[in-house]
């Protein structure tokens, strides 16, 4: 079955970088665009970014545009998202997604942003 095991979250500092990442299983990862969405205490999901199969056409909110990239190792069945310059507002669970911003996502990994 499809599974997406997202890691890599945690507290840091404003300003501060952290790299999650995603592993996948259960499905042919290559054939999937993928997606990273997040959602804010008390708020609704919101899409961050996304890539395409071949990983050469990365798309960003514009909340994340220049901080943010998005990258995929397909022979590691394994996507990726280096976030930089942090701030309190990307503070969230993070969750990838295959195919759709609503496709299966695993359980997510938390980001705090804080001081």
């Known amino acids: 079955q499809v599974q997406l095991v997202e890691s890599g979250g945690g507290l840091v500092q404003p300003g501060g970088s952290l790299k999650l990442s995603c592993a996948a299983s259960?499905?042919?990862?290559?054939?999937?665009?993928m997606y990273w969405v997040r959602q804010a205490p008390g708020k609704g999901l919101e899409w961050v970014s996304l890539?395409?199969?071949?990983?050469?056409?990365?798309k960003y909110a514009n909340s994340v545009k220049g901080r943010f990239t998005i990258s995929r190792d397909n022979a590691k069945n394994t996507l990726y998202l280096q976030m930089d310059s942090l701030k309190s507002e990307d503070t969230a669970l993070y969750y990838c997604?295959?195919?759709?911003?609503?496709?299966?996502r695993g359980k997510g990994t938390l980001v705090t942003v804080s001081s």
């Open positions: 997604a295959r195919g759709s911003i609503d496709g299966p």
């Open positions: 890539i395409n199969k071949g990983g050469d056409l990365p």
């Open positions: 259960g499905f042919t990862f290559s054939s999937y665009w």
